[in-house]
């Protein structure tokens, strides 16, 4: 319910966003029609408006998922709608013309008069709005959220959110075209489709379209964002933290080890391609104590937990324990049973694991974190959550409480180390790219890129010609380069060959020493073929270092992620 709100409420505050206030003009331009008496315009556009965001979101989940369209496709259709009806209202005489020469008066009941223009009436707010969803729809962390993380996991849920969303900003836009269309549609030229208030309107649409087009809506944006007196999406951002903890607190309790109060557990759905085991249900596991290990094989966070896991099993699977390792991808190469299969090889994993590729058992579990453990115990309740990594020894010991045994721990009491000031998780891909800094802008498409030579700590950039789409950047050019200034001890990186041939990815360090690379990348130099997780880089000991990566073409990356 939280969520639904703040929802609504993103809605509202996008009307401030930097991607927003540059085409307010629009949309209060396009509310004005040929007839003083028309007041159907403004709300005709919002209504195109939330059904094109809606429909924009769905083709995007369902191009970047299905058919690996690049989302890009779909707002250059966009620009080139908007310019569209930028030239029609800047040479009205000539869609007159063409309207005649096609003699579609005959063909739609004479909808285009003289005196009132239905089709102008109709179509051309609904263009409009339709052309407007794609800009919209990257405007605020929230609708990012609700794309990336709720849409996966609940398509009726995602669809609720989005409708919130939607109601919100249109709304909000609503009440400012108003107004706008109050104030203009005093003026009879601001009504006249030949008049020069029109064709002003008319080029303001074509620059527009260009500008969404050409990909420099981004740098718009960010002038606009830096000379705002303040941050819209603050607010946003406060909002969806405080939800996201409450979610997991409400599921928690201090009374003991056991930290969850008794809750029947969720029943596996969608789960397919079981490995080491046939597959399993909740129903049929009554009496043991279940341990629901959520994983994706290309997490650092997943791997470095494996072992404790693996160890776990081999301990207690005697006295009554079973653990399911739930895969709940998160990128594409992961929906791979083989390359799961390959994962579980190499990781060494003797337990049940099985692929969750629909989310549909981690969105039963409302879970938000790889790795994460659900203990169930021998009736089908959940009695403890462990949300990461660490907490090893208090989960054993959750796990000793419901086997009912006592024994030495078999994990350390301390969880693993992370240093205060180590680079975070940093993703390449549009979707939820994070300190990039360099020329061009990052957005979806390709481009040549000229790196920037002073990054500061946690910053990176890119040289060379690259591919960017919303999961990964793929190099396209011998010579593409990749620099990061980290702070960690080690450093890791989710790479693939897009045709599983293997390429060599040159690591570079400032004055490197010998043992100064990871177990992936000897003497500087890492093989790249299958899509997973690559060591390149390990340090004596956590530090700040400039990090540098030559990428041959077709090679893909995803993410940086970090160790100490």
């Known amino acids: 319910m939280l969520l639904l709100v703040i929802s609504f409420i993103a809605g509202i505050l996008t009307i401030l966003a930097p991607c927003v206030l540059p085409v307010l003009p629009i949309i209060i331009g396009g509310s004005v029609g040929a007839s003083a008496k028309d007041r159907t315009r403004p709300y005709i556009i919002g209504a195109a408006l939330a059904g094109s965001i809606v429909c924009f979101t769905l083709l995007?989940?369902?191009?970047?998922?299905?058919?690996?369209?690049?989302?890009?496709?779909?707002?250059?259709?966009?620009?080139?709608?908007?310019?569209?009806?930028?030239?029609?209202?800047?040479?009205?005489?000539?869609w007159e013309w063409l309207v005649i020469k096609l003699n579609w008066q005959a063909t739609s009941q004479r909808l285009l008069g003289r005196s009132e223009r239905r089709t102008e009436r109709y179509v051309g707010p609904i263009l409009i709005g339709v052309s407007l969803g794609p800009v919209f729809a990257s405007c605020s962390p929230t609708y990012a959220f609700?794309?990336?993380?709720?849409?996966?996991?609940s398509f009726v849920s995602g669809l609720v959110y989005l409708a919130a969303y939607s109601l919100g900003l249109v709304l909000m836009?609503?009440?400012?075209?108003l107004l706008g269309r109050q104030y203009v549609s005093r003026f009879s030229w601001?009504?006249?489709?030949?008049?020069?208030?029109?064709?002003?309107?008319?080029?303001?649409?074509?620059?527009?379209?260009?500008?969404?087009?050409?990909?420099?809506?981004?740098?718009?944006?960010?002038?606009?964002?830096?000379?705002?007196?303040?941050?819209?999406?603050?607010?946003?951002?406060?909002?969806?933290?405080?939800q996201t903890k409450s979610s997991v607190l409400s599921r928690l309790t201090n009374d003991s080890v056991l930290n969850v109060q008794p809750t029947p557990a969720p029943e596996f759905a969608g789960l397919t391609n079981w490995i080491n085991s046939k597959p399993l249900t909740v129903h049929q596991l009554r009496g043991k104590v279940v341990l629901v290990d959520f994983w994706t094989y290309s997490c650092i966070n997943c791997i470095r937990s494996i072992p404790y896991v693996e160890k776990w099993y081999q301990t207690y699977e005697r006295e009554g324990l079973v653990v399911v390792g739930v895969n709940t991808p998160e990128f594409a190469f992961e929906h791979n049973p083989g390359n799961v299969a390959a994962a579980v090889k190499a990781d060494k994993i003797t337990y049940p694991v099985a692929l969750d590729n629909n989310y549909d058992t981690w969105n039963a579990y409302s879970n938000d974190s790889w790795p994460a453990d659900y203990l169930i115990d021998r009736q089908g309740d959940i009695r403890y959550v462990s949300l990461g990594e660490g907490d090893y020894s208090q989960t054993e010991r959750a796990i000793q409480s419901l086997l009912g045994v006592s024994q030495?721990?078999?994990?350390?009491?301390s969880s693993v180390p992370i240093s205060a000031d180590q680079t975070p998780e940093t993703y390449f891909g549009t979707n939820r790219a994070q300190n990039y800094t360099g020329a061009p802008d990052l957005n979806d498409g390709t481009y040549s890129f000229t790196p920037n030579s002073n990054l500061q700590s946690d910053e990176w950039t890119l040289g060379g010609k690259w591919q960017i789409s919303g999961e990964d950047i793929t190099s396209q050019s011998a010579d593409s380069t990749l620099h990061f200034n980290v702070t960690a001890k080690d450093v890791y990186v989710v790479a693939t060959s897009n045709d599983d041939l293997p390429r060599t990815?040159?690591?570079?360090?400032?004055?490197p020493n010998v043992g100064q690379y990871g177990i992936d990348a000897p003497n500087g130099l890492a093989t790249v073929g299958a899509s997973r997780l690559y060591h390149i880089v390990s340090l004596a000991g956590a530090g700040t270092t400039m990090v540098t990566l030559k990428v041959p073409t077709g090679v893909s990356l995803y993410t940086f992620t970090f160790g100490s």
């Open 60 to 94: 995007l989940k369902a191009s970047t998922v299905l058919v690996n369209l690049s989302p890009s496709i779909l707002t250059d259709a966009s620009g080139s709608l908007i310019i569209l009806l930028g030239f029609v209202s800047v040479w009205p005489e000539a």
């Open 146 to 153: 609700i794309l990336a993380s709720v849409l996966p996991h």
């Open 173 to 177: 836009l609503l009440l400012v075209s």
């Open 190 to 242: 601001a009504v006249d489709t030949h008049s020069w208030f029109r064709r002003i309107v008319g080029l303001l649409f074509i620059a527009t379209g260009l500008v969404i087009i050409t990909g420099h809506e981004v740098s718009v944006e960010t002038w606009v964002a830096n000379h705002l007196p303040f941050d819209e999406t603050k607010i946003e951002r406060i909002l969806l933290a405080k």
């Open 408 to 413: 030495t721990l078999t994990t350390p009491t």
């Open 505 to 511: 990815v040159a690591v570079s360090l400032p004055s």
